[in-house]
């Protein structure tokens, strides 16, 4: 099986960018529906359903935000967990492991 190596703060400011997207996005959304609404003279049919349009864009905008804020916030976490996973799981030096101990005289990269 191949080696995983995760660098938690590149997941951090993966997370970060995500979430300042899916903000901008949500900003967006605000602007969308107001700019759809402008019928201009279109025929009065068009007229009447373009708040509707405007509307369900807008929705469909801000909920792409909001998913995009959501990934953000679960790379940011998997940052989390990689860091406590690190700081749990991963071998401290002590007996055996470390200068000193039966291992130390295999040298690094003798063991898998």
Do not use: K, N
């Not at 969308?32 to 349009?53: R, S, Y």
Request: with cysteine; proline share 10%.
């Amino acid at each position: 099986m191949p080696r995983i190596e995760v660098t938690p703060a590149a997941l951090r400011g993966a997370g970060s960018r995500a979430t300042a997207v899916g903000d901008e996005l949500r900003g967006l959304a605000g602007q969308v529906g107001p700019g759809l609404d402008a019928a201009g003279g279109a025929p009065p049919d068009t007229a009447a359903a373009l708040p509707g349009f405007g509307a369900a864009v807008q929705a469909a905008v801000a909920m792409a935000g909001q998913s995009v804020i959501s990934l953000g916030g679960s790379v940011d976490a998997a940052a989390g967990c990689y860091e406590q996973t690190d700081q749990s799981a991963m071998p401290v030096a002590g007996p055996g492991l470390g200068a000193g101990g039966p291992f130390a005289a295999a040298g690094p990269g003798a063991w898998p």
